[in-house]
């Protein structure tokens, strides 16, 4: 499946990261030719693909193209949440829980920074994501 979607977008993975974390970048050569990088961990359980998913959904998406950049995170975790349905690896409570607190993060980083209006879809992450095994 990761190879499948790596070819299809053109994406390569600079490094298969031990953490669970990721970053998505592009080199833009000087004669127009784009590269497009993820460093991710290897997709081998749900949250794994969850994080995977993410940085290929920054390509996907186009780097860039929404701002603020919390809802350039929103859309890459929707992307990677509806790809994991679609591709059958279930979408557990601790990638939820994840997506939720990453977007929470990035709500957070955003007002720290100064942005003026919170884009609506990311306003059910204003709050702290509920603890694990609260309702």
């Known amino acids: 499946m990761a190879r499948a979607l790596l070819a299809q977008h053109q994406i390569k993975v600079r490094r298969w990261r031990r953490s669970m974390s990721g970053v998505a970048w592009q080199v833009v050569y000087r004669d127009g030719t784009v590269r497009r990088l993820i460093e991710s961990p290897r997709p ?6 969850a994080i995977f998913l993410h940085e290929v959904g920054h390509h996907v998406i186009g780097l860039g193209v929404f701002r603020p ?8 975790w929707r992307y990677a949440l509806e790809q994991m349905g679609s591709l059958g690896v279930p979408v557990t409570d601790r990638v939820r829980r994840r997506a939720h607190a990453s977007l929470h993060y990035a709500v957070a980083k955003a007002l720290r920074r100064g942005i003026r209006s919170i884009p609506a879809e990311l306003h059910p992450y204003i709050e702290r994501p509920p603890a694990r095994g609260v309702a």
């Not at 950049?69 to 890459?76: D, F, G, I, K």
């Open 44 to 49: 081998k359980s749900p949250m794994s693909m």
């Open 69 to 76: 950049r919390c809802l350039e995170e929103y859309h890459a």
